[in-house]
């Protein structure tokens, strides 16, 4: 038979059925580490790959970087990472 839903009811279901996936936040996840690949011309191939980074800072967060570590590389000048140093920098930690 016929379904009939109130306005207020037919938005409750919209609101429902917009509510993101698992999968569709890794899938946006990923659109947005590739649009920053490409935006840096960060070329990669391989599985397992991990995500650049963007800042020194994100070494000592997600990596567990020494701390001494992150004062030489304030040290030598590095404020910013290179696009290599954004992607072979975890690869080489990951």
């Known amino acids: 038979g016929?379904?009939?839903?109130?306005?207020?009811?037919?938005?409750?279901?919209?609101?429902?059925?917009?509510?993101?996936?698992?999968?569709?936040?890794?899938?946006?996840?990923?659109?947005?580490?590739?649009?920053?690949?490409?935006?840096h011309r960060i070329n990669i191939q391989g599985t397992d790959l991990p995500d650049p980074i963007a800042t020194f800072d994100q070494l000592q967060k997600e990596y567990k970087v020494h701390p001494k570590i992150m004062e030489n590389i304030q040290a030598a000048g590095f404020h910013v990472p290179t696009p290599i140093?954004?992607?072979?920098?975890?690869?080489m930690l990951h």
Do not use: C, G, H, Y
Request: net charge positive; charged share 40%; no cysteine.
């Open 85 to 91: 140093q954004m992607q072979a920098i975890p690869v």
């Open 2 to 39: 016929i379904k009939w839903m109130s306005s207020l009811e037919a938005k409750i279901e919209d609101v429902k059925d917009k509510k993101p996936t698992a999968e569709k936040l890794e899938r946006l996840r990923r659109e947005k580490i590739n649009r920053f690949r490409n935006q």
